[in-house]
């Protein structure tokens, strides 16, 4: 494909094109700064590729999402999310004998540190368990400094491993701690899923049994969230990892990042939407003009997405899955209904067809997270759970690129240079 030219002040600037594996074009600018001085200024990155990558492709276009080349519906009706984090992880579908060794190895890594205990009682019960999800993250990085070194790929591997097979059982234990209930351990005889729903639901005075519909459907979940390329909080990994931070950090930040409204924050927003939306007398058009005015400050929460132009593909499976669960766990939720109703009054408003606004992954996710008895302030919790192979694979393709820190321009445009004028003058 042919250079771009850039013509300013007379001169003429020549720059390749970088084309991907989908045919996307993005032009090469590396050596623009050094040859025309210019930079480009692009708040929020709406225009900018930050990086090539291997892992997902989205077409927002066209509503497609693919792992490693796998379609997201393909993995979701197939797939679990251990074989997929195998799949982010290391590019390829796992043989029978590598997904049972990797299974063997997260539950063998599934013990978290047990002083860890002291930091979560030192939070008030009240507390947000993204604040305590997170503060746990760092922390991990003082419990395994011996796998810190992001220029160890041994380190880097054991370090990827420990993060994956701990985090449920952190997640759990904000659950217990808002509870003020024992906090758990893993069980390594159970698989991922159930492991996680026995240590967040099970209690020592009692046996606890796997409902097998329940496992499946967070399972679904998790395959959904797994990734999503170069989203705020996987950018924010991969910037934090440029500067040769480990792994447990990173995706500390990575958490912080996801924790945002606009992010997956969102899923705890649309379910207190929907809530005040039906306490109010369900007038979704009430909500809908609110979600209109530039001036009420009020978005409809899960709607709109800054990739997605049409149907977020995650949120037509969730959506599929929401009647299916909740007709086998016999919940009628009258939330899934004015759910429904809400998206069919603003698919047919102007402000949303011209906008392009679908409802995303978060739409629908907080009805079947409240069906499998996730308190609301645990839902981005759970994305950030699904999120998880998504992050440390980002993580390792940065690290194993050799990018360089990140670390942006701007355009200043404060005061020129002035002279200090001291205090008694001013
Ligand atoms: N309700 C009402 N108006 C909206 C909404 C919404 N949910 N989303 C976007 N708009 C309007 C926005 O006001 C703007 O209008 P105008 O052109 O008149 O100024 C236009 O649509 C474009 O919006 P934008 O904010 O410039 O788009 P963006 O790409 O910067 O933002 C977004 C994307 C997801 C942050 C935004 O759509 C939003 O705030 N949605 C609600 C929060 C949400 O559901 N977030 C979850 C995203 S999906 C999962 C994830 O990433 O975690």
């Not at 540190?113 to 008030?124: S, V």
């Not at 054991?158 to 985090?167: D, E, G, I, N, V």
């Not at 209690?203 to 999503?228: G, K, M």
């Not at 306490?279 to 001036?295: M, S, T």
Request: aromatic letters at 10%.
């Amino acid at each position: 494909m042919a250079n771009i030219t850039l013509t300013h002040d007379g001169k003429t600037f020549e720059f390749p094109l970088t084309v991907g594996s989908e045919k996307e074009g993005g032009i090469d600018i590396g050596k623009l700064r050094s040859g025309s001085g210019l930079v480009t200024l692009d708040p929020g990155f709406v225009n900018t590729a930050s990086t090539t990558s291997s892992i997902t492709f989205l077409d927002g276009e066209k509503g497609i999402l693919r792992y490693r080349g796998y379609p997201i519906e393909q993995l979701a009706e197939h797939s679990s999310f251990v074989e997929v984090a195998y799949l982010l992880l290391h590019g390829e579908l796992p043989s029978a004998a590598q997904l049972a060794t990797f299974q063997q190895t997260l539950a063998a890594n599934s013990l978290v540190p047990e002083d860890l205990k002291h930091l979560y009682r030192a939070f008030p019960r009240t507390a947000h368990p993204m604040a305590m999800l997170g503060a746990a993250v760092n922390a991990l990085s003082a419990f395994n400094e011996d796998v810190s070194d992001p220029n160890v790929p041994a380190q880097v591997e054991a370090a990827s491993h420990r993060l994956l097979a701990q985090l449920p059982l952190l997640a759990s234990w904000g659950y217990k701690h808002a509870k003020n209930q024992p906090f758990a351990y893993p069980d390594a005889s159970l698989d991922y899923v159930s492991s996680f729903l026995k240590s967040t639901f099970g209690l020592p005075t009692a046996p606890y049994a796997v409902d097998d519909e329940v496992r499946r459907t967070l399972d679904l979940l998790l395959i959904l969230h797994a990734d999503h390329e170069q989203n705020c909080s996987t950018s924010t990994v991969r910037i934090v990892g440029s500067s040769k931070a480990n792994l447990f950090t990173s995706v500390n930040a990575g958490i912080s990042a996801l924790w945002g409204p606009l992010h997956g924050g969102a899923n705890q927003e649309v379910l207190e939407m929907l809530e005040l939306i039906h306490n109010d007398g369900g007038n979704l058009q009430k909500y809908v003009d609110l979600a209109k005015d530039k001036n009420a400050n009020f978005r409809l929460m899960g709607f709109g997405h800054r990739v997605y132009k049409n149907f977020d593909p995650r949120a037509k499976i969730i959506k599929g899955a929401c009647d299916r669960v909740l007709a086998k766990l016999k919940i009628d939720d009258p939330l899934l209904d004015l759910a429904k109703r809400l998206e069919e009054t603003a698919l047919k408003d102007d402000y949303f067809v011209s906008r392009k606004l679908y409802p995303n992954v978060d739409f629908y996710s907080g009805i079947i997270y409240r069906a499998l008895g996730i308190p609301t302030n645990m839902f981005t919790v759970m994305f950030a759970l699904g999120r998880l192979p998504g992050w440390v694979s980002h993580w390792r393709e940065m690290n194993a690129l050799k990018t360089p820190i990140g670390r942006p321009r701007q355009i200043y445009t404060g005061a020129t240079e002035r002279d200090y004028v001291p205090v008694a003058k001013r």
